[in-house]
C-alpha cells in the first residue's frame, strides 16, 4: 500500500501559479493511478485531476483544463499538480489520492474509486 502526504498549498493572488506535490511512501509507488481532488467549503469534494500508472494518460476537470497540468515521476515516487493562472474559485483543500489498478487502465475520475488518500494541502487564492 501507499500513503499519499500533499506539500505546496499556501496563499497566492489571483492569477499566480502554484505547485503542489505529492510524495507516496511504498515501494510499488509506479503501480498507482494518482488523482488530485479538491473540496471547497461547505462544497463536495471534486475531481480536479488523474494520471496514469506511467504517466501516458491525464485526465482534467473542466473547470481547471488549460491552467492545471498533472504529472509524475516514479522513481522519486511523486506526484505534481502545477497549478497557473489561480482563480479565487480554485481556493479549496486539495487532496491527493492512489488507486491500485492493472497496467492499461485509465485513472478514475470519482472519489469513490480511490484507495488511499492524504490529509490534504490548503490553496487560497485572493482577489
Known amino acids: 500500500q501507499v500513503q499519499p502526504v500533499e506539500s505546496g498549498g499556501g496563499l497566492v493572488q489571483a492569477g499566480g501559479s502554484l505547485r503542489l506535490s505529492c510524495a507516496a511512501s511504498?515501494?510499488?509507488?509506479?503501480?498507482?493511478?494518482m488523482g488530485w481532488f479538491r473540496q471547497a467549503p461547505g462544497k463536495e469534494r471534486e475531481f480536479v485531476a488523474a494520471?496514469?500508472?506511467?504517466?501516458?494518460?491525464?485526465y482534467y476537470a473542466d473547470s481547471v483544463k488549460g491552467r492545471f497540468s498533472i504529472s509524475r515521476d516514479n522513481a522519486k515516487n511523486t506526484v505534481y499538480l502545477q497549478m497557473n493562472s489561480l482563480k479565487p474559485e480554485d481556493t479549496a483543500v486539495y487532496y491527493c489520492?492512489?488507486?491500485?489498478?492493472?497496467?492499461?487502465?485509465?485513472?478514475?475520475?470519482?472519489?469513490?474509486?480511490?484507495?488511499?488518500w492524504g490529509q490534504g494541502t490548503q490553496v487560497t487564492v485572493s482577489s
Open positions: 511504498g515501494r510499488t509507488f509506479s503501480s498507482y493511478a
Open positions: 494520471i496514469s500508472r506511467n504517466g501516458g494518460s491525464t
Open positions: 489520492a492512489a488507486d491500485l489498478v492493472p497496467n492499461g487502465v485509465s485513472p478514475p475520475r470519482v472519489t469513490w474509486e480511490y484507495d488511499y
